[in-house]
């Protein structure tokens, strides 16, 4: 019977689509202000208030005066909640780390395994903060525009592009023997412009404080060095058509211990641990017909990356052999805009992608995952300000079978600076591949299946008064078949299996209020409520996820620019957490940032993280420890550094 439905869908989608093409008029060439604009939850620039979603933009200018170093930094003002340990940092979105992470619109998620949570990737290996125009986050579903992965939501970073002569550098010093060095170069000749960024890093073992002792401590073998490089030219052909090369590349050295409290867990303390670790992007994209409502493209690319173990014995005395892992990804995209009249537009793609696995020291050699996809959605402009879209996508995986999914939103447009939106879509999420063939600790499971489910969200976005805006949005998703881990083995010597044994419920709220206070001073607020819920199958009730690091979040920010001075200040916490998880029920961050502008061409900053001391943790801990408080966040840290024009 759902089949049936589906296909009566997709058939009525496709159809009208094809009744109202009668003639096709593309749009005409425009110069418009993106900033007016957000590209990511419709895959083509729509204004604000008609995109039926919560969308967050973190502008170049946000980013600077926050003084961030990494895109971790940057998240945490927002409503992306983060989990993190000492060997990564994955975002969640509505409470689900079932994120699609996106460069310029090209998915950064690997298929192949080795990773924290359900999410495919590392906040840690992407490009530069110097490399990044701006940021889109959108909440809600997308899978019926970008497939797997889109569940909680979307992270779009779109790379800057080379626009004036330009040359500067950075230099940073700070605790714990951190230094970083970043050069920026960047020009426009003629039609053409390029952008270049190195940046090396180096830090030594983090302290952090322990919330047992109260005392501060050394986080053994956490020590990193990591040089990156990006690349991004940029050629005008004429006529509104360009082309776009883009190389990214990352390559460190970290020491891996994955709880650095050796009375914690004695099998996953690795005192000598190394993870060595090469990252290879590049990506070629031609694009036409550039406008509102218009994202015409052929995107070719490329993803690698290998890390290798090495020294992984722990102190149990056991050699973990993880060995060298190394995820390939190859993929080509298609994407069509027509725009058929001022009131219909009718967006459509296709798409190849083959990611390549291996891990053969643990009997995983070459397997591949390939996807081929299509997709078309319809936008219609309504009277009196309303606008609807309707969208199906259809995926056919070589292991895992076809998929279609769809989407429905509606949008009215009050005024200029104000909408409200409703929208319903379906998800999906694929196994990854060591999950389906296993990696040593890992028994195999060659009957798993793609996650499935759908997301309804309710929302606003409103100027309330000239200097004050406000978001908000409330959210109830259901997602089938969820894939958990199974310990199966001892305690020396922990096995596990992946598995379909869950049905997930998630709801909650986000409100984000800003306020321009005076030209001086500006404030702004949030707080996010998240209820996580888990049913085994066979199970007679839910129960809540005891891992929910943010049940209640809480984010104040305030922010004085004038002259040659600006500083932010900034406060985020939790309230609501497990014991079981957690150290404690609730944590409160502080950090501060200062900038002094000594001439037109040289910045002085001061950062201090986590102001105060707290003992408090991002990762919850029930199911990989037996106690609390194993996966501690960094404690109090000074960084000072110069930023120079040349």
């Not at 406000?470 to 010597?493: K, M, P």
Request: hydrophobic residues 35%.
């Amino acid at each position: 019977m759902k089949k049936k439905q589906k296909q009566r869908l997709v058939s009525a989608l496709v159809s009208g689509a094809l009744l109202l093409a009668g003639s096709t008029v593309f749009a005409d060439e425009q110069e418009f202000s993106l900033d007016e604009y957000v590209v990511t939850a419709n895959r083509m620039p729509v204004k604000k208030t008609e995109t039926a979603a919560s969308v967050t933009v973190i502008t170049r200018e946000e980013i600077a005066r926050s003084g961030a170093a990494n895109v971790p930094d940057i998240f945490k003002k927002t409503n992306v909640m983060m989990s993190e340990d000492a060997t990564a940092s994955i975002p969640s979105i509505n409470g689900d780390d079932r994120v699609l992470i996106l460069i310029d619109g090209r998915k950064l998620n690997q298929e192949g395994g080795q990773r924290m949570g359900r999410f495919g990737a590392d906040l840690y290996y992407l490009p530069s903060v110097d490399s990044i125009e701006r940021i889109e986050i959108v909440k809600g579903p997308a899978s019926a525009l970008y497939g797997s992965d889109a569940v909680g939501g979307v992270i779009n970073i779109i790379t800057r592009k080379g626009s004036k002569p330009d040359t500067h550098y950075t230099l940073e010093t700070g605790s714990w023997g951190l230094r970083r060095y970043n050069l920026n170069t960047e020009n426009k000749v003629g039609d053409f412009s390029y952008r270049i960024n190195f940046e090396r890093k180096h830090q030594d073992d983090y302290r952090y404080k322990n919330s047992r002792s109260g005392e501060v401590e050394r986080a053994v073998n956490t020590a990193v060095d990591q040089d990156s490089l990006n690349i991004r030219l940029d050629k005008d052909l004429g006529n509104n058509r360009s082309v776009t090369l883009t190389v990214d590349h990352i390559d460190g050295r970290k020491g891996f211990n994955v709880i650095p409290d050796q009375t914690v867990q004695p099998y996953y303390y690795f005192p000598n641990g190394v993870k060595a670790y090469v990252e290879n992007d590049v990506s070629l994209t031609y694009r036409w017909e550039q406008g509102e409502k218009t994202d015409n493209f052929i995107k070719l690319y490329r993803n690698y990356l290998t890390y290798n173990y090495e020294n992984m014995t722990n102190l149990y005395g056991i050699d973990v052999n993880w060995g060298r892992f190394t995820n390939q990804t190859d993929g080509a995209e298609w994407q069509q805009t027509w725009k058929f009249s001022d009131n219909y537009t009718l967006l459509g793609g296709a798409s190849w992608r083959q990611t390549t696995y291996d891990n053969s020291e643990q009997g995983i050699s070459d397997k591949k995952i390939t996807n081929r996809a299509g997709f078309l959605e319809n936008h219609w402009r309504l009277p009196q300000n309303w606008s609807v879209t309707a969208g199906v996508r259809y995926d056919s995986y070589s292991l895992f079978g076809n998929k279609s999914t769809t989407r429905i939103t509606v949008n009215r447009e009050i005024n200029n600076t104000t909408n409200v939106f409703a929208s319903w879509g379906q998800v999906f999420k694929v196994p990854f591949i060591d999950e389906v063939y296993g990696n040593g600790i890992v028994v195999p499971n060659l009957n798993l299946r793609p996650e499935t489910g759908d997301v309804i969200t309710l929302g606003m976005n409103a100027r309330l008064a000239k200097e004050t805006e406000l978001q908000a949005s409330v959210f109830t998703s259901r997602v089938e078949d969820a894939i958990t881990y199974q310990n199966l083995g001892t305690t020396a010597f922990p096995v596990y299996q992946y598995a379909n044994v869950a049905e997930q419920k998630r709801s909650g709220l986000d409100l984000s209020l800003k306020r321009q206070l005076s030209p001086q001073w500006q404030i702004a607020a949030g707080y996010s409520y998240v209820k996580v819920e888990e049913k085994e199958h066979g199970a007679g009730s839910y129960q809540d996820d005891i891992n929910n690091s943010q049940p209640n979040g809480y984010r104040l920010s305030l922010q004085y620019g004038q002259d040659k001075w600006n500083a932010d200040l900034s406060l985020r916490g939790a309230t609501g957490r497990n014991l079981k998880a957690f150290s404690s029920e609730d944590y409160w961050v502080v950090d501060l940032g200062v900038n002094y502008k000594i001439n037109p061409d040289t910045r002085a900053y001061l950062k201090v993280y986590n102001l105060a001391n707290e003992a408090y943790e991002l990762r919850g801990s029930y199911k990989t420890s037996d106690i609390t408080g194993a996966y501690p966040m960094p404690a109090r840290q000074f960084v000072f550094g110069i930023d120079q024009r040349i």
